[in-house]
């Protein structure tokens, strides 16, 4: 399981940034300033770390530099109140990943984070399982169940489902489906991606609501009761 640390002294911080962070499947642990984050990246492994800036006792930018000397690929995610160009050129010196300025929206953050483990260890992004009232996915081995019956989808639904899903409750227009799922040849080919959702919504049964069409925009996975 990917683990991941956040470190900020503001505990409504890392309570929000846990709670998205386990409903995506991963692993967290805390940490309430700099010191606190060296000492624990010293003994324990991380696939992420997502740190702010200003902190008690040792900030955020000298805790990434002193753990990036011992774990110099580790990524990270710097957080910060700040939107200064000098802040973000120093974290991309001492080689954060990114950097979000709050008040941020958790569900853009956990997209970056996706694509930071990605980028940075592909096995860690693909794995897991999400799991939705009786709607469950094992990304790891393509595998989709409906209330406790496995679903045999062709392949480009099951690459549309898993899209939508890890953007959920973001409005994605039908370009950005179509690029993301299809590739550049289907740019634009809004029958390839209706006619996709209509068998995909077939075989997700009673879960079909999820997926919510937006007149003259695209899609939206999102739960509704």
Same mark, same amino acid.
């Given at each position: 399981?990917?683990?991941?640390?956040?470190?900020?002294?503001?505990?409504?911080?890392?309570?929000?940034?846990?709670?998205?962070?386990?409903? *995506?499947? &991963?692993?967290?642990?805390?940490?309430?300033?700099?010191?606190?984050?060296?000492?624990? $990246?010293?003994?324990?492994?991380?696939?992420?770390?997502?740190?702010?800036?200003?902190?008690?006792?040792?900030?955020?930018?000298?805790? $990434?530099?002193?753990?990036?000397?011992?774990?110099?690929?580790?990524?990270?995610?710097?957080?910060?109140?700040?939107? *200064?160009?000098?802040?973000?050129?120093?974290?991309?010196?001492?080689?954060?990943?990114?950097?979000?300025?709050?008040?941020?929206? !958790?569900?853009?953050?956990?997209?970056?984070?996706?694509?930071?483990?990605?980028?940075?260890?592909? !096995?860690? !992004?693909?794995?897991?399982? &999400?799991?939705?009232?009786?709607?469950?996915?094992?990304?790891?081995?393509?595998?989709?169940?409906?209330?406790?019956?496995?679903?045999?989808?062709?392949?480009?639904?099951?690459?549309?489902?898993?899209?939508?899903?890890?953007?959920?409750?973001? !409005?994605?227009?039908?370009?950005?489906?179509?690029?993301?799922?299809?590739?550049?040849? &289907?740019?634009?080919?809004?029958?390839?991606?209706?006619?996709?959702?209509?068998?995909?919504?077939?075989?997700?049964?009673?879960?079909?609501?999820?997926?919510?069409?937006?007149?003259?925009?695209?899609?939206? &996975?999102?739960?509704?009761?």
């Amino acid at each position: 399981m990917t683990r991941i640390l956040v470190t900020d002294d503001e505990n409504k911080i890392r309570e929000l940034i846990r709670k998205y962070a386990e409903y *995506e499947g &991963f692993e967290v642990d805390e940490a309430s300033d700099g010191m606190e984050a060296v000492e624990k $990246c010293s003994k324990n492994h991380y696939d992420l770390v997502i740190m702010d800036i200003m902190m008690p006792n040792l900030d955020g930018f000298s805790a $990434c530099k002193q753990i990036k000397q011992t774990s110099p690929d580790l990524p990270f995610i710097m957080l910060s109140a700040l939107g *200064e160009e000098y802040d973000k050129v120093h974290g991309f010196d001492l080689g954060v990943d990114d950097y979000v300025v709050k008040p941020f929206s !958790a569900k853009e953050l956990m997209m970056r984070i996706r694509a930071i483990l990605k980028r940075t260890n592909p !096995a860690s !992004a693909s794995g897991g399982v &999400f799991k939705l009232d009786g709607l469950e996915i094992d990304y790891g081995a393509r595998i989709l169940t409906v209330d406790g019956e496995r679903i045999k989808c062709s392949p480009k639904e099951y690459d549309l489902l898993v899209y939508l899903v890890k953007n959920e409750g973001i !409005a994605l227009t039908r370009e950005q489906i179509l690029q993301n799922v299809w590739g550049y040849d &289907f740019y634009n080919d809004d029958r390839t991606l209706d006619t996709h959702i209509k068998l995909l919504r077939k075989d997700l049964g009673p879960y079909a609501r999820y997926i919510v069409t937006l007149r003259g925009v695209g899609y939206r &996975f999102e739960k509704k009761d």
